[in-house]
């Protein structure tokens, strides 16, 4: 039973140009999502993160939208750059209890 | 420490050998998280600690895992008669009571079940 869902598994831009990072989720109880950022053969870092009474939270580069509605929210990166290549990894917990995380997508940014 | 440590990073097994997975928490941190990650997917939740408490142990796979915190800090994760479809990394995470802090996740700890 996926509850969080990211159904791109890759993305590619350009430096320079806004990534858009896409996650849907099925749980109606999910309270809190968060974007995990994770490099090869390293842990996922925690990257930014929104409450669910909120629509939108925004860390410099990195702006992350919620629409409860739809039950969808996506991570912005703007501009990209080649150092924001990593897997990204979207999650979402109820009540501040254990996390449930999507498949990742893959970003690559070409310089 | 500074962070979440866990070792050994990489484990190979011969199926049927027993494992164990260590995590050393941030001190302090109250709440300890174990996540299996197969290849290609997200991590996916196995237990969760709470001091010394195990308060989900819901996803565990099967009763051949078994998690333990018993001083509240260090956690093992123990796997027996170990099978090839338990190759994946581990992830250990730590928070604060209130994860909205968000989990900091170990390096984790790759295993190869052969």
């Known amino acids: 039973d996926q509850q969080v869902k990211q159904n791109s598994p890759s993305l590619s831009v350009q430096e320079g140009r806004i990534s858009i990072l896409n996650c849907d989720y099925t749980?109606?109880?999910?309270?809190?999502f968060l974007w995990y950022k994770k490099y090869p053969a390293e842990g996922p870092t925690f990257l930014i993160s929104?409450?669910?009474?909120?629509d939108k939270n925004e860390d410099g580069r990195f702006t992350v939208f919620l629409n409860k509605s739809a039950k969808h929210l996506s991570l912005h990166i703007v501009p990209s750059q080649p150092g924001d290549s990593a897997v990204y990894f979207c999650?979402?917990?109820?009540?501040?209890?254990?996390?449930?995380f999507g498949a990742g997508t893959r970003l690559t940014v070409k310089p | 420490g500074a962070g979440v440590s866990q070792s050994p990073r990489y484990k190979v097994a011969k199926r049927g050998q027993d494992v164990a997975l260590r995590c050393d928490p941030i001190?302090?941190?109250?709440?300890l998280f174990w996540y299996q990650q197969a290849l290609g997917q997200g991590p996916e939740f196995l237990t969760y600690?709470?001091?010394?408490?195990?308060?989900?142990k819901s996803g565990l796979p099967s009763d051949r895992f078994f998690a333990e915190r018993p001083e509240g800090s260090v956690s093992t994760l123990k796997i027996q008669r170990t099978q090839q479809e338990d190759s994946a990394v581990y992830l250990c995470?730590?928070?604060?009571?209130?994860?909205?802090?968000?989990?900091?996740f170990g390096s984790g700890t790759r295993l190869t079940v052969v």
């Open positions: 929104i409450s669910s009474i909120k």
């Open positions: 749980n109606s109880m999910f309270d809190y």
């Open positions: 001190s302090g941190h109250v709440s």
């Open positions: 995470a730590s928070s604060l009571a209130i994860p909205n802090y968000g989990y900091t």
């Open positions: 999650a979402a917990s109820a009540d501040n209890n254990d996390m449930r």
């Open positions: 600690f709470q001091n010394e408490a195990q308060l989900d």
